[in-house]
């Protein structure tokens, strides 16, 4: 019969080559060398499950990808595997059983088996194909009779359990992303527990879970995908700020540390449960994913700091509270603000950190209330203590949001539109989509509060507790156009309703009856209290009806104002920050059959920009 299946080859003679049938070879090389096809045969381990392990009979099944990598030969069934306690090709290992594939493999293709053999415990799993497992270590190949071109790729080898930290021995077995060539690289079957100190890692990796126990610290500079959960005991810290963390499989996150990560990604169709305390600097995204966040357990931060703050990506939601944040420099000036939650609670619970000073505050500090430094700022008003404010010598005004009509406070004058006190802060809720004017004075620390207006203060972090926006959001209150009769501009103050960047060109480019060329910030970094600035999309201002002596444009090449071309204003909309747009004339000298005005924030309107 005509062999199926390449023999071992063997010599005759004067050393023409021959197979184990004494067949002569008939394909030659170039060189008049006769030569036979041969397979390539690779495999992988992908997956490792433990179920049944432990005990005296336990076993572990272990899935392997064969393939074969020429593009003629099959590798025929019951090809052996060889699995081993250690390496084949060092002293010392053990066998632990051969076991034979149980299909062929095509030419260029691959399948997958599982295999069953006996549980070792902790222990480094080979698996070495085309071995007849007769050969005592270290195993050199070939050893059967199915002949390869290349041997150098018959081996997988995988970690059954743990990678372990600790002071006293460092990485067990080593450094879970294998920075050394005869390291085992973790994968997505193998626990990682830090017992005590400070781990590193010297580059990728994956993990099925984390673990990170009290006083411990694992600190990962490089990308991380995640099969499984994390666990943060004690005070346990999972430092990934200069990476991505990505989490491919249903996943919990527990325990009282904290996991302090730029960006997260959680994988379309997978569920993370989360009662650990996330800290995010980048970008959450979790289109597609289920997001539970258990707050009695747990917390969400999505921060901010003076490079950047955090964002939620499009299609991204969250069952329960998140807490946002948003830095402010110390330059002590008016800003435009909003809070992008849902059912936040009042200014006073969230802005002034649940306090307020009941009672002026001296050089001393008597009197001032600061829970937490460095975070929330005084807010002032004219009702003093008895509205929530923190109270003053003055008890000026601090806070405003933009109220449509004429203002009582200038009767006689046509005002069309007036900036308005808020009445107290322990009453009156940060409302998505709001736009508020408030002096910020620094954080609570009793020297921002009797310091002049001017002048540098102490940064702070504004933060707030509610549900993120998802989806599109349209309730603003907008200026219905009418008021140009009367000098108005048909301005309104907005605020953008997302943790994310947004294009604002988008946005208004969508909108009706709300000016599409132009919009206005108030850039705080500009001279010494700030300044408007108008950003224009295209060279010209158009028919800005906000456009006087006293207003910046930007971009402008303008030499008598060079604080113009200073400002970072863009089209981009940062979270946090609230803007003027401007309704078109809809009065009876403009075009009253105009429709009403209508603005929407869309998920796709989210740009992947640092915020």
């Given at each position: ?200 890692v010297a580059g990728t990796f994956s ?145 002034q950190e649940g306090v307020n000073n ?251 920009q640092p915020g």
């Amino acid at each position: 019969n005509v062999p199926t299946t390449q023999q071992t080859y063997s010599t005759f003679g004067n050393g023409i080559t021959l197979n184990a049938f004494g067949m002569q070879s008939t394909q030659i090389t170039f060189a008049e060398t006769p030569t036979f096809s041969a397979t390539d045969a690779s495999i992988s381990i992908t997956d490792v499950d433990l179920s049944n392990a432990g005990g005296m009979s336990g076993t572990i099944d272990v899935t392997l990808q064969i393939t074969n990598l020429v593009a003629t030969g099959n590798i025929p069934s019951n090809t052996p595997i060889s699995f081993y306690n250690g390496n084949p090709s060092q002293l010392g290992a053990t066998l632990i059983s051969t076991l034979n594939t149980t299909a062929k493999v095509p030419p260029s293709s691959a399948t997958s088996q599982v295999f069953t053999i006996a549980d070792q415990g902790n222990f480094v799993l080979y698996a070495t194909i085309n071995d007849n497992g007769l050969s005592a270590s270290p195993v050199t190949l070939p050893n059967n009779g199915i002949g390869e071109c290349d041997y150098a790729n018959n081996t997988a080898s995988v970690l059954v359990g743990d990678f372990t930290f600790n002071t006293t021995d460092g990485w067990t077995p080593n450094d879970p992303s294998a920075p050394n060539m005869d390291d085992i690289t973790s994968n997505a079957t193998n626990d990682i527990v830090v017992q005590d100190g400070i781990a590193t890692v010297a580059g990728t990796f994956s993990a099925a879970t984390i673990t990170v126990e009290n006083d411990a610290s694992f600190d990962v500079d490089s990308d991380l995908s995640l099969n499984g959960g994390i666990t943060l005991n004690g005070n346990g810290l999972l430092d990934i700020r200069d990476a991505i963390l990505n989490v491919d499989l249903e996943s919990t996150f527990s325990g009282t540390g904290r996991l302090q990560v730029e960006d997260i990604n959680i994988a379309a169709g997978e569920d993370l449960t989360n009662a650990t305390n996330i800290e995010v600097y980048g970008l959450f995204s979790a289109a597609g994913a289920n997001v539970t966040l258990d707050n009695i357990n747990g917390s969400l931060t999505i921060k901010s700091t003076a490079s950047k703050t955090g964002r939620v990506g499009q299609g991204t939601r969250f069952v329960n509270d998140v807490v946002i944040e948003r830095f402010i420099s110390g330059n002590r000036a008016f800003r435009l603000l909003t809070a992008p939650l849902e059912d936040a609670g009042t200014i006073q619970s969230n802005f002034q950190e649940g306090v307020n000073n009941a009672a002026e505050t001296d050089a001393m500090g008597t009197n001032n209330l600061n829970p937490n430094p460095g975070f929330g700022t005084h807010i002032t008003g004219t009702s003093g203590d008895a509205g929530g404010f923190d109270v003053t010598a003055t008890n000026n005004n601090s806070m405003f949001t933009l109220v449509f009509g004429d203002d009582p406070s200038t009767a006689g004058t046509v005002e069309n539109g007036f900036y308005q006190p808020i009445p107290n802060t322990d009453a009156t809720n940060l409302e998505v989509g709001e736009g508020y004017l408030t002096f910020i004075r620094g954080a609570r620390s009793a020297a921002n509060l009797i310091a002049n207006d001017g002048g540098e203060g102490e940064p702070t972090v504004l933060r707030a507790t509610g549900d993120i926006v998802f989806n599109d959001f349209s309730t603003f209150t907008l200026n219905d156009g009418t008021d140009y009769v009367t000098g108005g501009n048909g301005s309104s103050l907005i605020g953008n309703p997302y943790q994310a960047v947004v294009d604002i060109e988008e946005v208004l480019n969508g909108a009706t009856s709300i000016e599409q060329e132009f919009y206005h910030v108030y850039d705080a970094t500009l001279g010494d209290n700030g300044a408007f600035v108008t950003v224009t999309f295209d060279p010209a201002p158009g028919n800005d009806p906000l456009m006087d002596d006293t207003t910046l444009v930007f971009p402008a090449d303008n030499p008598d104002n060079p604080d113009v071309n200073m400002s970072n204003a863009t089209r981009f909309l940062l979270p946090g920050q609230a803007v003027f747009v401007n309704t078109v004339d809809r009065s009876v000298g403009g075009n009253p059959l105009a429709d009403a005005p209508v603005l929407v924030f869309s998920e796709s309107d989210k740009v992947d920009q640092p915020g």
